[in-house]
Nanobody
Framework: QVQLVEPGGGLVQPGGSLRLSCAASGSIFRLYAMGWYRQAPGKQRDLVAT???????VYADSVKGRFTISRDNAKNTVYLQMSSLKPEDTAVYYC?????????WGQGTQVTVSS
């Protein structure tokens, strides 16, 4: 059994910053990668950023230079620092972890960028 807890999210003005976190617990002995996806209304769920055990990162082109993903392996927690937020970043953000060969999802947290 794997649990993902992702507090955070909320309303922020354009140009503002926000940090998301996601803590994993349970049977995570082979935790490989952690990351974030997002889904805007009427759109598919897309990758935002991922980070592997070794610290390798992948970012969506739309967030490069604005978002930073990091993880604390001791706490099994992944973070997403979001800066220079734009209205088009508005979406439900989902935490994602890979414990080979399975993938797990958090419940999602709403991020709204609006003035």
């Amino acid at each position: 059994q794997v649990q993902l807890v992702e507090p955070g999210g909320g309303l922020v003005q354009p140009g503002g910053s926000l940090r998301l976190s996601c803590a994993a617990s349970g049977s995570i002995f082979r935790l490989y990668a952690m990351g974030w996806y997002r889904q805007a209304p009427g759109k598919q769920r897309d990758l935002v950023a991922t980070i592997t055990n070794g610290g390798n990162t992948v970012y969506a082109d739309s967030v490069k230079g604005r978002f930073t993903i990091s993880r604390d392996n001791a706490k099994n927690t992944v973070y997403l620092q979001m800066s220079s937020l734009k209205p088009e970043d508005t979406a439900v953000y989902y935490c994602n972890i890979v414990i080979l060969p399975l993938t797990y999802w958090g419940q999602g947290t709403q991020v709204t960028v609006s003035s």
